[in-house]
């Protein structure tokens, strides 16, 4: 069964940066694509980054280009998300998922981590 454990979540002060990790289980991690999503308290659960399964091609959500980048090592089954001038607003429960396809909507993924989460104050 495949797990995906993310770590590296905590908190900081705005202008900051944190690099979350997530470690993936599964011996065909280099056959998906990976996402991170993130779910603020009583909000819905949106899309953040997207990366191919070469690592080769990267999507990222309006709200957060240009700050956050997404990388992965496929020797180490792990993606990461380098996140830079932190704000307020990214506060939330990070999650990352794995998926065959191309997609930003929930939906579209099929193992999902436990999530880590982000405190940013102001």
């Known amino acids: 069964q495949v797990q995906l454990v993310e770590s590296g979540g905590g908190l900081v002060q705005a202008g900051g940066s944190l690099r979350l990790s997530c470690a993936h289980s599964g011996r065909t991690f280099s056959g998906y694509n990976m996402g991170w999503f993130r779910q603020a308290p009583g909000k819905e659960r949106e899309f953040v980054a997207l990366?191919?399964?070469?690592?080769?091609?990267?999507t990222y959500a309006d709200s957060v280009k240009g700050r956050f980048t997404i990388s992965r090592d496929n020797a180490k089954n792990t993606v990461y998300l380098q996140m830079n001038s932190l704000k307020p607003e990214d506060t939330a429960v990070y999650y990352c998922?794995?998926?065959?396809?191309?997609?930003?909507?929930?939906?579209?993924?099929?193992?999902w981590g436990q999530g880590t989460q982000v405190t940013v104050s102001s």
């Open positions: 998922a794995d998926t065959t396809g191309w997609d930003t909507h929930v939906n579209g993924y099929k193992h």
């Open positions: 990366i191919s399964w070469s690592g080769g091609t990267t």
